[in-house]
């Protein structure tokens, strides 16, 4: 990932923004860290659910229950 950052400028309601700063304290966190690693899991989420998605289409419909999966994997 390039080292070069931009900034964005992104507001919230009273009770929204006490909430983000009170979850962004409990972890350690200041609040940009705590929205940026936010947004990056959302991100990751959404590009996980792309992949998925493509993957389910490109089986035809054949998929594999967690059971077998686990025999396969030797759990």
């Not at 998605?53 to 025999?71: A, D, F, Q």
Request: charged residues 35%; aromatic residues 8%; positive net charge.
């Amino acid at each position: 990932m390039s080292n070069c950052y931009k900034s964005v400028l992104i507001s919230f309601d009273s009770d929204t923004f006490g909430l983000i700063q009170r979850q962004a304290q409990a972890k350690g966190q200041d609040i940009s860290e705590f929205m940026r690693d936010a947004v990056l899991d959302r991100l990751e989420d959404r590009l996980d659910y792309a992949d998925a998605k493509k993957m389910i289409l490109e089986s035809n419909g054949k998929t594999v229950s967690r059971k077998e999966m686990m025999r396969r994997i030797s759990f």
